[in-house]
């Protein structure tokens, strides 16, 4: 059974970051590619923004335009997780955060990050 669980999330103010991390279970990690996504307060009932993504070897690397140079994606095979390292944070990053592994739909509860002063 395909488990995320997602944490690293919680309040910051504009400039600051956050890293946000996600542990995987129940399937070959390895041969997985991990995405983030996210879902700001209003967006409900619309689809999940896509922020970033890493293939499974974790050589390649893909961001949304609206993150990319302020947030890194990473993998820890090791430890079977996924890591987004956001820096500079906006009161726009402000959403629910989810981790989706690839081969089905599979996501995790999300992690809310709150950009505000």
């Known amino acids: 059974q395909v488990h995320l669980v997602e944490s690293g999330g919680g309040l910051v103010q504009p400039g600051g970051s956050l890293n946000l991390s996600c542990a995987a279970s129940?399937?070959?990690?390895?041969?997985?590619?991990m995405s983030w996504h996210r879902q700001g307060p209003e967006a409900l009932g619309t689809e999940r923004e896509f922020v970033a993504r890493i293939s499974s070897s974790g050589l390649n690397t893909a961001y949304s335009r609206s993150v990319r140079g302020r947030f890194t994606i990473s993998r820890d095979v090791t430890k079977k997780t996924v890591l987004l390292q956001m820096t500079d944070l906006q009161p726009e990053d402000t959403a629910v955060y989810y981790c989706?592994?690839?081969?089905?739909?599979?996501w995790g509860q999300g992690t809310q990050v709150t950009v505000s002063q």
């Open positions: 989706k592994a690839s081969g089905g739909d599979y």
């Open positions: 129940g399937f070959i990690f390895e041969e997985a590619a």
